[in-house]
Every structure is written in structure tokens, then in C-alpha cells.
């Protein structure tokens, strides 16, 4: 019997800035739609914070229970975080709450990084990590396509999503290996989102509702609604552009 491909509209890769206590019914949606999430990123304090938190703890066993791809997000300061700072964070992420990946945030455009990168990545893997997702957040350099399993090419508002291009280099690669993050998007527009980034090319992506400081710290649209519901809190900061 042959495998079953990606779900229609592609997979999604979910950044969930807030807490688990402050919205357990959006973890607990992230779980149920298991089969259509290519990964969900951890991010308890701008990565794994000081200490273990028992409640992101719970939420990453439920979560990989239900077989999804967990990554630890890690911030690199746009290169100019300390290798062994960002290495710290790995380590934390893994030993705590057992991720499978790591997301690199803060992530240049330019060329000069990519022998950084390249080394990040290199640790990343050596430390037990699957999965690293890099995150500009633009089209970058071609080369940052050879050094990560996922590239996040797009992060930003639906509106300025609707009116943004693509760089013919990116059809050299498979649509598996970049991703799109759009936030502010309306009710009703979630299937475009996902029609859009099939058509330029982006296998993964996430459409939010949020806004603000930290998009990322409302649930993703699924099958029309957002997947979970402020129960109070605040979200975790999280890093975006």
C-alpha cells in the first residue's frame, strides 16, 4: 500500500507562543490535528528559559503521543548570539522537553552568515536534533536552502503576504523545504493561504488571526476557526519581525 502524501492545502508548521495554562484548548486542537501539522515549536521563554516548566512538559508528551514533530525554538540574534549560547539552548530544549528539531530564529539574509549557520546546524544535528528550521523570515541567499531541512521564507502580515514575490531560485528545491508564517489573517482567508503558498512554491505554512507584538501567541486557523480559545494569561513574548 503506498503511503498517504501531505493533507490537501499542505502541512502546517505552528509557532504557539502562549502558555499552555493560558490556553490549554489550543494544544489540545494541535493534538487532535496531528495528521496535518509538520511540526509545532516550543518556545517557553524566548527558547526553553532557566528551568523546566511542567506545564510545556505535559504539553510536549501530549503532543508527540500524537506522533507531531516538536522543535525548540532557539534565537540567534542574527548571528551575533554566542555559539555556545545558542548550543545551550539545544541542549535545554532536548533534555527538557525531548524536541525532535530546532527552529533558529533571528536568522540573516545575507551570504557572510551561512558558514555560521552552517556550523549551527552541524551541532544541532550531533546534539540529537532531526530537524533544523531556519528562519529569515525573507528569501535569503540560496545558499541558507542547502543548509536547512526547512527555510522559512515568508514571515509577516496576509497583506503584505497577498503582494509578495519569489525568487526564481527557490524552484530549484522541493516545495518540503520552505515554509510561509502569516499572521493577521482574517476569517475566511485560511484556504487562500494555504492556496497561495502551494502556488509559490511553499509546502508548509501557518495562517494566524494574531496581531501585534506577538501574532504567534494566538491559536492557527483550522478548518476555519482558530484552534483554540483565550482562556486569560499572557502569551509568551516569543521573537518576530
Not at 540529537?128 to 531541512?149: K, Q
Not at 504567534?216 to 482562556?231: E, I, N
Request: charge should be positive.
Amino acid at each position: 500500500m503506498t503511503p498517504p502524501g501531505p493533507p490537501a492545502g499542505g502541512l502546517l508548521l505552528v509557532p504557539l507562543y502562549v502558555h499552555p495554562a493560558a490556553d490549554p484548548a489550543a494544544w489540545t486542537a494541535l493534538a487532535e490535528a496531528a495528521p496535518r501539522l509538520r511540526g509545532v515549536v516550543l518556545n517557553a521563554a524566548d527558547g526553553p528559559g532557566q528551568r523546566p516548566d511542567p506545564a510545556f512538559h505535559a504539553a510536549a508528551e501530549r503532543l508527540r503521543g500524537a506522533g507531531v514533530p516538536l522543535l525548540g525554538y532557539v534565537d540567534t540574534g542574527y548571528g551575533r548570539r554566542a555559539p555556545r549560547a545558542v548550543v545551550g539552548d539545544i541542549r535545554r530544549h532536548r533534555r527538557w522537553y525531548g524536541v525532535d528539531g530546532v527552529f533558529l530564529d533571528q536568522v540573516p539574509a545575507h551570504a557572510a552568515p551561512l558558514p555560521h549557520y552552517r556550523r549551527l546546524v552541524l551541532l544541532a544535528k550531533a546534539l540529537g536534533a532531526r530537524t533544523a528550521v531556519l528562519n529569515p523570515g525573507t528569501h535569503p541567499d540560496p545558499g541558507y536552502a542547502r543548509v536547512a531541512d526547512l527555510l522559512v521564507t515568508f514571515e509577516g502580515t496576509w497583506e503584505t503576504y497577498r503582494r509578495a514575490g519569489v525568487p526564481p531560485w527557490t524552484a530549484d528545491h522541493p516545495p518540503s523545504r520552505f515554509c510561509h508564517l502569516v499572521h493577521a489573517v482574517p476569517p475566511g482567508r485560511a484556504a487562500e493561504v494555504a492556496r497561495t503558498a502551494e502556488g509559490r512554491g511553499a509546502g508548509v505554512h501557518c495562517a494566524v488571526p494574531g496581531e501585534g507584538a506577538n501574532p504567534w501567541g494566538s491559536a492557527p486557523w483550522l478548518d476555519g476557526s482558530p484552534s483554540g480559545t483565550r482562556v486569560g494569561g499572557a502569551p509568551l513574548r516569543g521573537r518576530t519581525r
